[in-house]
């Protein structure tokens, strides 16, 4: 497999023309981002998933039920006949289920959009995306908080794409399955080449907007539909403004006009990728659109297209 390795790790198809890999090697005056380190990712992986039960199990699911969402009916609820009962009952536990999920979700992108906010507001190119590509092998030096940020990021999404399958399964299965292998993908590429600052500029647009729709997800399965109107107004507002205007145009802009390198085919990659990221962006804003039209029409947004599960959908049917 040696030949392979080579092959693989040619400097012409990861690096701009002109470039070597150890023009991308930390020195004493410029820290950069070493491969190594991304060798640990699976254990951080295993201890986010530990990490997940337990806070599902102790938290989340006792949190859940004091919000009113339970896995089984009371009497009082007058549910008499046990076959509609048993249906009823499975109901409320595919709910808690999904509340559980949708809390620990709302827990993590809360803390990665803090730490988020920790790396970037210290940084002098945080909204300058003139500084984003330009002289990015010779000058751009990875920070130990950077270095934090996309470890974790990454062990996350990789999480995600393993629970997946563990999850209560969603409509939207597939298109969060391309999502998540595409985040990881351009997640692994970006590090490995040096494009971080683009990275993490990305994870964070990301993480403004998923927090809020958590956040409404989890007021929806606790019937407290006032809260969960404005929280999902908010989110389609940062939704829209991050991800179908801010991503495309101001971030998109920052790399194709202040791009001065020849890049090798991966690189090139992984700018495609980041256009599949934006038609799953444009996916999801029509299905927010639809919801947000609802909001406004009817007075309440009456389902979750984007959460809601296919068994839901059959016993609706």
């Known amino acids: 497999m040696g030949w392979f390795n080579d092959l693989f ?29 991304l060798y640990y990712t699976p254990i951080w992986v295993f201890l986010i998933l530990v990490s997940r ?6 938290i989340a699911t006792p949190c859940c039920i004091k919000l009113g969402i339970k896995a089984t009916l009371s009497s009082k609820d007058g549910v008499k006949e046990s076959s509609l009962r048993r249906k009823k009952d499975l109901h409320a536990k595919l709910c808690l289920k999904k509340a559980t999920e949708t809390l620990w979700r709302f827990f993590v992108y809360s803390c990665m959009l803090a730490i988020g906010s920790y790396v970037l507001f210290r940084k002098d190119w945080f909204l300058d995306n003139s500084k984003w590509i330009k002289d990015y092998i010779e000058k751009h030096e990875f920070s130990w908080d950077m270095k934090c940020y996309y470890i974790v990021e990454l062990a996350f999404y990789l999480s995600l794409l393993i629970s ?22 351009l997640l692994l590429i970006s590090y490995i080449e040096s494009t971080y600052r683009f990275g993490i500029v990305i994870l964070y647009l990301h993480d403004l907007a998923d927090v809020w729709l958590e956040a409404a997800k989890l007021a929806n399965y606790a019937k407290i539909q006032k809260v969960c109107d404005i929280l999902f107004a908010i989110f389609a507002v940062v939704f829209f403004f991050t991800r179908l205007v801010y991503f495309p ?9 202040y791009n001065e390198y020849q890049h090798g085919i991966i690189h090139k990659c992984l700018v495609t990728l980041c256009y599949v990221l934006l038609f799953l962006h444009c996916y999801w804003g029509w299905l ?12 309440k947004v009456e389902k979750d297209t984007r959460s809601e599960s296919e068994s839901e959908e059959k016993d609706n049917d």
């Open 9 to 37: 790790w040619t400097e012409s198809i990861w690096l701009p023309v002109g470039y070597t890999w150890k023009d991308l090697e930390s020195t004493p005056e410029r820290q950069k981002a070493e491969v190594k380190d």
């Open 164 to 185: 997946q399958f563990f999850d209560v399964k969603r409509k939207d299965f597939y298109q969060l399955f391309v999502h998540h292998i595409t985040t990881v993908i």
């Open 249 to 257: 145009i101001y971030v998109a802009y920052g790399y194709f006009y």
């Open 53 to 58: 039960y337990a806070f599902e199990k102790f």
């Open 288 to 299: 927010i659109g639809k919801m947000a039209y609802n909001l406004i029409v009817v007075g």
